[in-house]
Nanobody, 120 residues
């Protein structure tokens, strides 16, 4: 069994910063792609940023230059540093992780979601 635990959401003023974390634990053989998605009320879930096993990243155009995704390989953790937050960044943020378990089964897992609210 593998678990994902997200943390770091909250309420922040426009222009502020937040850092999200998502840690995978359990019966893990290897962790491949890790990513962050978000879903605002009434909108579809969208990719925010992703990082592959080699460290290559890609970002949604709306967050380029403001958000940074990174990962800690030994801790199987992905981070999203969010700077210069805007009102339109308000959403529930979900991590998504591609994992090969020790039994060699590959699974795609989603975190439980963490609320990010940008408001003055």
């Amino acid at each position: 069994q593998v678990q994902l635990v997200e943390s770091g959401g909250g309420l922040v003023q426009p222009g502020g910063s937040l850092r999200l974390s998502c840690a995978a634990s359990g019966s893990i053989f290897s962790v491949y792609d890790m990513g962050w998605y978000r879903q605002a009320p009434g909108k579809q879930r969208e990719l925010v940023a992703r990082i592959d096993i080699g460290g290559s990243t890609n970002y949604a155009d709306s967050v380029k230059g403001r958000f940074t995704i990174s990962r800690d390989y030994p801790k199987n953790t992905v981070y999203l540093q969010m700077n210069s937050l805007k009102l339109e960044d308000t959403a529930v943020y979900y991590c998504k992780v591609d994992i090969m378990q020790r039994d060699r089964r590959q699974v795609l897992m989603w975190g439980q979601g963490t609320q990010v609210t940008v408001s003055s």
